[in-house]
Nanobody
Framework: QVQLVESGGGLVQTGGSLRLSCAAS????????MGWFRQAPEKAREFVAF????????YYTDSVKGRFTISRDNAKNTLYLQMNSLKPEDTAVYYC?????????????????WGQGTQVTVSS
């Protein structure tokens, strides 16, 4: 099974940018499709973005389209989330997750491996 560690979170002002990273170890990273999720205080975990094993296919939740970009470098075993034009409502703990499935990629139940999360706080 793959192990995942996120980094890159922090405090940023509205309109600012952050790039999250998710370093993978263990089993072959390129064998997994990957997702980013987030969870704000007292809210359910929600889907943010998905990327397939090759990196050729991506999918975003509507609220981040045009602002966030998911990418991966299979040679470096690393997943990324570039976040631009950040808003206070983007404040949450962000998690990366891995799956070998190809359906229901927006559902957290589809993913069987999760990182520990990294905090993103956007001040107004």
């Amino acid at each position: 099974q793959v192990q995942l560690v996120e980094s890159g979170g922090g405090l940023v002002q509205t309109g600012g940018s952050l790039r999250l990273s998710c370093a993978a170890s263990g089993r072959t990273f390129s064998g997994y499709s990957m997702g980013w999720f987030r969870q704000a205080p007292e809210k359910a975990r929600e889907f943010v973005a998905f990327i397939d094993r090759s990196g050729g296919g991506t999918y975003y939740t509507d609220s981040v389209k045009g602002r966030f970009t998911i990418s991966r470098d299979n040679a470096k075993n690393t997943l990324y989330l570039q976040m631009n034009s950040l808003k206070p409502e983007d404040t949450a703990v962000y998690y990366c997750a891995a799956t070998e499935r190809v359906l229901n990629i927006h559902r957290s139940e589809t993913y069987n491996t999760w990182g520990q999360g990294t905090q993103v706080t956007v001040s107004s």
